[in-house]
């Protein structure tokens, strides 16, 4: 009688294709995030994510096909990201499909645009991305900044204060990413999830650093609802939902 | 082939409202979008999807004219489904931040914040359905997707007289526990999102189609 922890895969999208590769025999084209998100959810997903890295602007009208392909198929949450600046991105992308946006730069930017598509559409369709990384910065009592721009440039924002901040102004969900254990296969960044945790009561949904299936349960121990990994599903076996769920609930922790 | 049961999605401005169109689709009914009275009250089935906050579907609703539609349906024995906010809204009122709405009124009962330490209520949880259930029949055990920080907490409507067919009410849990389904003759309602909910969803729309 509890709710299920959320094993989320996230997809890379630029200009309508998957990037970042992706290692699974039998599909027909491995860069199509239709066909993938077929995939994922049939080996399991509870939700999936697709990142749209499109530089420019102008491609980024494929990014619509893709979700609105991807709606008429696949029957799980679809949260979307990158690019989203205003209510307006977010009624297009609800539009073609997306059931949820997730919002980083253009929040830290203007926090209030969190208020404004919150107010418009409801909290559960707003995640806020949180790139965060560990800090000496004494502006950032927590020890962990916000960083932009993948992880390179540096706010100065205390990412917990954030966090928090944000779920005042009506984020829905919080994904919390850990620059630096990000690609380290290592784990997940474990102080970071117990500090945002304790800040906010919106779900968390952990990201950064899983390397094998074990690595999942601690973080829902720190507090996660829920976790987010690409590379691990990418490139592992494709039973590696299963297998992650199977290490989740060995923990005594429930999935679906 | 059965010929595809006639399905109208009742279009008034919410949220993403073609992914319910789709799964109706994608397990074979013939579904038309609209707020066109004649849509709504002629077809065999009506789904009233919601997205956002109780009060903002309440007003949605009364400014394409749908108020009456759905009591209109529920007196006809028209089959209804309402999904998520559109659960909600059949019930009296729902309490939002201190504000109160009145509902659809179909059902006693008040719509009232979740008392647990995580909200919103987000993700997969399962659910009781009850012996006599019809919705839930051969997926009693699955999860289903749910997002939402309201519920109706307690139920209210104890039928007493024996001729009357007792209400299938469906529970699930999240800080307290609330009504996640029920099957009232004509008018069924979720508070999860079955067109999100995979297979199981799937199912669940399909037992509906079933009962029209």
Known sequence: ?256 | MATPKKVTVLDYGSGNIRSAVRALEHVGADVTLSRRAEDVLDAEGLLVPGVGAFAAVMKALKDVGALQWIGRRVAGNRPVLGICVGHQVMFEEGVEHGIRTPGLGEWPGSVELLPAPIVPHMGWNTVEPPENTRLFKGIENERFYFVHSYAVQSWQFDVTQPRMQPPAVTWAEHGARFVAGVENGPLSAVQFHPEKSGDAGAQLLKNWLGTL
């Open chain 1, 1 to 256: 009688m509890t709710v299920a922890i959320r094993v989320i895969p996230c997809l890379d999208v630029d200009a309508g294709r998957v990037v970042k590769g992706i290692n699974f025999e039998g599909l027909r084209d491995a860069g199509d995030p239709v066909e993938l998100a077929k995939r994922y959810n049939a080996a399991g997903a509870d939700e999936l994510t697709f990142l749209d890295v499109t530089a420019s602007s102008g491609n980024r009208e494929t990014t619509f096909d893709v979700v609105s392909q991807t709606a008429e198929e696949v029957f799980i949450p679809l949260t979307v990201g990158g690019g989203v600046r205003a209510a307006s991105d977010v009624d297009r992308l609800l539009r073609a499909g997306a059931d949820k946006a997730s919002i980083n730069t253009a929040a830290v930017a203007r926090p209030e645009v969190i208020n404004e598509i919150t107010e418009r559409f409801g909290s559960q369709v707003l995640v806020l991305s949180v790139d965060a990384r560990r800090t000496t910065d004494p502006g950032c009592p927590s020890g962990f900044e916000v960083t932009t721009h993948g992880g390179r440039t540096g706010t100065g924002i205390d990412a917990v204060a954030w966090a928090k901040e944000a779920a005042e102004r009506g984020v829905g969900e919080i994904l919390l990413n850990s620059i630096d254990a990000d690609g380290t296969k290592e784990g997940f960044d474990l102080d970071m999830i117990r500090a945002v945790r304790a800040a906010v009561k919106v779900p968390l949904i952990a990201s950064g650093g899983a390397g094998k299936p074990e690595d999942f349960p601690p973080a829902i121990a720190a507090g996660a609802d829920a976790v987010l990994a690409a590379s691990i599903f990418h490139f592992g076996p494709v039973d590696m939902i299963a297998r992650v769920k199977q290490a989740i609930k060995e923990a005594g922790f429930p999935v679906r």
